[in-house]
């Protein structure tokens, strides 16, 4: 049986500022039992164990004086949506994903998420954060070129915003503990796979919260 490999591999030497959040979909249509479906197999147990870590982290680091930008989905309905995604969903039943729940309370976010001065919301109506032009023009003001990301889904908008972040020449710094996914195996799967492969070795850094606060406060 030949020998795992030994390959060594160097310690990330990152280096960690006050950078601003983007928390991504923290918000009922994302995180509610409510909004569950489970005879599609959407279920979000998980995302509402890391919720408690997700307020926690945003408290302290506001406390810090750290920036925190919320950002939500436009309600998933069709007269909400762009026309690639409205696309896709005519064209191929099986991508078809439209939200059945109460428009309003589907954007709400969610129970003890509680966004508060001097942070700022922004609204998305398709997966990056970046698509806003208002947030864009916000890290261009400040002319920040790092940011901190965190939210769900992790293979769905936090995905799609670190790729297309890093596109406009921006830096990203994962918290892992703090981006979740559904429950499906195959899901959680993905999520352990960008974390561990995709992410920090082609967008940026990946680090827990705890990780990046201890460096922070060196």
């Not at 030949?2 to 959040?21: C, E, Q, R």
């Not at 059945?100 to 990056?128: A, L």
């Not at 940026?204 to 922070?216: A, D, K, N, Y």
Request: hydrophobic share 35%.
């Amino acid at each position: 049986m030949p020998k795992p490999s030994s390959v060594h591999k160097p310690a990330i030497d990152a280096t960690v500022g006050l950078y601003p959040l983007i928390v991504v979909d923290a918000m009922n249509d994302c995180c509610s039992e409510k909004f569950e479906r489970r005879e599609i197999n959407i279920s979000f147990r998980r995302i509402r164990q890391m919720i408690p870590r997700l307020v926690k982290f945003t408290d302290d680091y506001r406390k810090l004086g750290g920036k925190i930008i919320w950002v939500r989905s436009t309600p998933w309905r069709k007269q909400y949506l762009p026309k690639n995604i409205n696309r896709l969903y005519r064209e191929n039943p099986e991508a078809t994903f439209y939200t059945e729940h109460n428009v309003k309370e589907s954007v709400e976010f969610y129970d003890g998420v509680n966004p508060r001065e001097p942070d700022e919301v922004f609204v998305k109506n398709t997966y990056s954060a970046f698509a806003n032009n208002h947030l864009r023009n916000l890290f261009k003001k400040h002319q920040w070129d790092t940011y901190l990301l965190v939210g769900v889904f992790a293979e769905a908008c936090v995905n799609a915003t670190l790729i297309d972040s890093f596109s406009r020449g921006l830096f990203t710094v994962v918290l892992s503990d703090l981006v979740e996914t559904m429950d499906d195996k195959e899901q959680q799967a993905h999520k352990r796979h960008l974390l561990t492969h995709q992410w920090p070795l082609m967008y940026g850094h990946v680090m827990t919260s705890t990780e990046f606060l201890s460096r922070l406060k060196k």
